[in-house]
């Protein structure tokens, strides 16, 4: 095997967008416009329960420039999507189910016109009781939300029932025996709070119907190939009449993975005629998009008194809102990471998903990780202390090992965790200084906390096309949704076949042309569509080398590729022929055009069936795992309770770097939203109604926020099955930073929070001893 | 003369005349009339910052500004301002730094950090957190905006023209 070159893998390359979005040029969906193009504009419901009785659309309907009216009426009731389990109509249909639920839509020739329409569609409703919590959606007398739930299309056994949307467990070992065997337990109750996602451009879509019916959708997006699925689901069309392409993506934390305003917007297209353009506003966009779920989460962990973890429970209940959407995956996801990267025994994890009548919780960076995260790290500390050890000493003594499995029995192909808590604590001064200081009016402490999260799910593919030039064309269906992936493609493909970056392009996602890709979602596309790429340069160095040989007169088997484009006898570089010449001749006169394919499903099971007794597994294959460990220096003022992180350190071991920079972009922006999440995000409901759908009232990190002392450390592991050793970065590093935030705040006052966010009221209150700790040790 | 429903702006040095209605704001002119998407509507509110762009060399909101309201005053937008070397030496920088991820707040950003250097070349890194603390981003964490920023000024002659 030829060693790896360094030209491309291991470089900061700067984005290959670059150019475009310095200079303002680059297009996201709202700068897209169409000729003869209509505005659409949404009805949403005044109510979180109530029954859809009539419409009343005459009004709206005559106003002068209104082209199109849709309600739950243009839909029929079994066109129905969901991610999980099909339980959502393009717009409400017989019921709505939470305040800010798409009711109507109108396409008009302003935008202002079709404001104006929609507020002019008169429903009538007959309201029902709103059940706004898990717990009361799951007792015995609640209102049903979903009345034929039980029926509806599920992709994995759900267990549905009632207001039950999902349950999921994990059992490993024997739990009773774990409780036997340990010699002290610590359990309590832990609580997280609804974070918005506010990528800073909101949601929006454009679709167009030709004259033969088929319709082109353009749509903020984390996968041109779920916008295909969810809108042919959802109106009944054959998925080949529905062509979707992106624009550029204002980032997606996961809020644009599943559909947003998408099918709407094809409905109102498809009534209209014309093109029909529709960007959420903000309060829409917080409203009825989706957000990261609520967790309620009881842990309870068994220790021996040398500091050995012997069992742990988790359980959780979480909110879904109003429709399944991504939330049976976040459910059992969020249980198959709760006992963190540590050697456990003894292991249940157990877990339920309330519908509710609230909008829609879903996928959002870490993916249910963050909240168990949450509990189970600031938990380690609590033992540690306890125990009197040192809460890095402590980890460190459990963490998993080379050799060791994953919960559910899946092995781990490569593992930096300790490298990562080691790296922390050196460049932290853990060791060498005191943890905890007080200054004049305020306290300091460092906190410590660890993660993991996967890499590898469901499937993807890549072509790899050279051009009769001998010029590359790279087109894999990932979409870019900000992060680089674009860029870290590119840089594999120019890697695989030796070429520089500037011979290659990469095709924008096209449902018409790109091969499938499943989604720029669960830290997948490195490590999935990269193999791929591989794969397919692959298929194309062997039909250079192939068409070489008979131009070199030599065997295939005594050629190498060259770098720059060139295909030469090994050992002997002048003895070459360039990437054009063996490509006119492909294209010209014989063999024909030369085109590398790959794609795969990740195949690795979550489960072993001799290890782990599972019930409710959204997601039979999913793996690859990557590891983290964050470190903190929080300060907390005396007086109000306001903590302010001042340093942070963040090590996450990602396989390789294939673009350092970027990693590095990755890890400080991960950090930064977890920094909100731990501090001050939080979206509030008075009632059914969402009180805080602005930037004005929900605050995210600004520059003032975030630490000027933030360093990303990389810590690479060589993945042996990952491409050229890589794993994945977006979603690890915000994992364990509430936990960190939350150690050092611990650490600093001398009291545990067990609830987030750590608002000044809520940790003044702990220094004032108002906040029990409700935890339990028992001998 | 000059109908009611149609306003004249001065934008990146030329004179350009819209429809607009009396409530149009300055973003939406921009936007939708004169096709200047560089500006972003991030939050219609003043927040986020991603609307931003000069008036009288100053930055401003324009989600916030009305369109009537800015007929006397020169407008700069990032596609004005792109052959400008300030505005250059901070592209040059936020490239090389990595500065941007999706790029929606970056124009936004760009014509923030360029008003901050043309009125103050060399600032500290607390000056530039608090000269860009109006403009969010979601992506990078700040930390290399605020590298690129103080790379670009120390990459600036002294003498540069902005």
Not at chain 1, 223 to 249: D, H, Y
Request: aromatic letters at 6%; glycine letters at 10%.
């Amino acid at each position: 095997m030829n060693k790896p070159l360094s030209f491309a893998v291991g470089q900061s390359a700067p984005q290959i967008e670059a150019q475009e979005k310095v200079s303002g040029s680059a297009q996201y969906i709202a700068d897209l416009y169409r000729p003869n193009m209509l505005h659409g504009a949404l009805l949403q419901s005044p109510h979180a329960h109530a029954r859809i009785i009539g419409y009343d659309i005459a009004q709206a309907a005559a106003m002068p420039g209104v082209h199109a009216i849709v309600t739950g009426d243009d839909l029929q009731e079994h066109w129905r999507m969901g991610a999980f389990i099909k339980d959502e109509h393009a717009l409400a249909k017989g019921k709505v189910r939470y305040v800010g639920e798409p009711v109507a839509a109108v396409a008009a020739e302003t935008e202002a016109l079709a404001r104006a329409a929609a507020a002019a569609i008169e429903v009538t409703y007959e309201e029902l009781p709103a059940t706004l919590s898990p717990q009361e959606a799951l007792s015995l007398d609640a209102a049903v939300i979903h009345e034929h739930a039980a029926d509806y299309i599920k992709v994995f056994d759900a267990g549905t029932n009632a207001n039950l949307c999902s349950r999921t467990s994990f059992q490993e070992g024997d739990i009773q025996r774990g409780w036997r065997e340990s010699e002290l337990i610590f359990e309590a109750n832990y609580q997280t709070q609804p974070q918005a996602h506010v990528s800073l451009e909101p949601c929006g879509a454009i679709a167009e119907m030709d004259a033969n019916g088929r319709v082109s959708l353009w749509s903020a997006n984390q996968s041109v190939f779920r916008v295909q699925a969810n809108v042919a689901e959802s109106l009944g069309l054959p998925m080949s009449r529905l062509r979707c392409l992106t624009p550029k993506i204002g980032a997606g934390f996961g809020n644009k993975m599943e559909p947003h305003v998408q099918p709407i917007v094809v409905l109102l297209a498809m009534k209209a005629k014309r093109p029909v353009k529709l960007i959420l506003t903000r309060e829409q966009d917080f409203e009825m998009v989706r957000a990261r779920h609520p967790f309620q989460i009881r842990m309870k962990t068994g220790v021996k008194r040398d500091g050995t973890l012997v069992a742990r429970e988790v359980e959780v209940l979480l909110d879904g809102g109003a429709f399944g959407d991504d939330s049976p995956g976040v459910l059992g996801y969020s249980l198959l990471m709760s006992c963190g990267p540590y050697r456990i025994p003894h292991v249940h994890c157990h877990g339920r998903l309330a519908y509710t009548n609230k909008m829609r919780f879903g996928a959002f960076r870490g993916f249910g990780v963050p909240q168990v995260t949450f509990a189970g790290e600031t938990q380690m500390d609590e033992i540690a202390d306890a125990l009197g050890l040192d809460p890095i000493e402590f980890r460190l003594k459990n963490l998993k090992r080379e050799g060791d499995c994953w919960l559910g029995g899946q092995p781990i192909e490569s593992n930096g965790v300790s490298e990562c808590l080691e790296k922390v604590r050196a460049v932290s001064g853990w060791s060498s200084e005191p943890r905890t200081t007080r200054g004049g009016e305020s306290r300091r402490a460092l906190g410590v906390a660890c993660s993991a999260h996967i890499s590898g799910l469901l499937s993807t593919g890549a072509i790899v096309r050279l051009l009769e030039d001998g010029t590359i064309l790279l087109n894999t269906g990932s979409v870019d949704i900000g992060q680089g992936s674009n860029t870290i493609l590119t840089q594999i493909c120019a890697e695989a076949l030796r070429v520089p970056l500037e011979l290659i392009s990469i095709a924008s996602p096209d449902t018409d042309g790109s091969p499938y890709n499943w989604g720029t979602t669960a830290s997948r596309v490195t490590y999935m569509t990269g193999t791929s790429v591989i794969g397919a340069a692959a298929e194309v160095e062997r039909k250079i080398k192939d068409q070489a040989a008979e131009i070199l007169e030599c065997a295939p088997e005594d050629l190498e590729l060259v770098p720059g484009g060139l295909v030469a006898v090994k050992g002997i570089p002048q003895r070459n022929v360039s990437f054009a010449t063996v490509s006119g001749r492909a294209h010209w006169a014989a063999g024909g055009p030369i085109i590398g394919s790959h794609s795969w499903v990740f195949n690795q099971k979550t489960v072993d069936p001799k290890r782990a007794t599972v019930v409710g597994l959204p997601f039979p294959q999913i793996g690859a795992f990557v590891f983290n460990a964050t470190a903190v220096d929080v300060e907390v003022d005396d007086t109000t309770g306001k903590c302010k992180v001042l340093r942070a350190w963040s090590a996450c071991d990602v396989g390789r770097a294939i673009n350092p920079q970027m990693v590095e972009g990755q890890i400080e922006g991960a950090f930064v939203q977890g920094l909100g999440f731990a501090l001050f995000e939080e979206m509030v409901w008075n009632g059914a109604q969402l009180i805080n759908p602005t930037l004005m009232d929900y605050k995210i990190p600004t520059f003032m926020e975030a630490p000027s002392e933030l360093k990303a450390i990389i810590v690479e592991s060589h993945d042996p099955r990952g491409p050229y050793g890589a794993k994945s970065v977006g979603e690890i590093g915000i994992n364990s930073v509430a936990a960190a935030i939350t150690n050092a705040v611990n650490a600093a006052i001398g009291v545990r929070v067990r609830r987030l966010p750590l608002t000044p009221p809520r940790v003044l209150e702990a220094m004032l001893g108002s906040e029990t700790t409700a935890g339990t040790a028992q001998s | 003369m000059t109908q009611p429903n149609s306003v004249t702006l001065n934008v990146n040095g030329k004179a350009l005349t819209a429809n607009a209605a009396a409530i149009d704001t300055l973003l939406t002119v921009l936007r939708d009339q004169f096709l200047l998407t560089g500006a972003k509507r991030g939050c219609n509110q003043g927040v986020c910052g991603a609307c931003t762009v000069l008036a009288d060399g100053r930055p401003v909101r324009s989600c916030l500004s009305l369109a009537f309201d800015c007929d006397d005053r020169r407008i700069d937008t990032i596609e004005g301002l792109n052959d400008r070397p300030i505005m250059q030496a901070l592209q040059r920088a936020f490239i090389a730094g990595g500065a941007f991820q999706c790029g929606f707040c970056t124009p936004a950003m760009l014509v923030a950090s360029f008003a901050l250097l043309q009125s103050n070349p060399h600032p500290s890194e607390a000056e530039i957190r608090r000269a860009l603390s109006g403009n969010y981003c979601r992506c990078t964490g700040y930390k290399k905006i605020v590298e690129a920023v103080f790379d670009a000024a120390a990459r600036l002659p002294a003498d540069t023209a902005a």
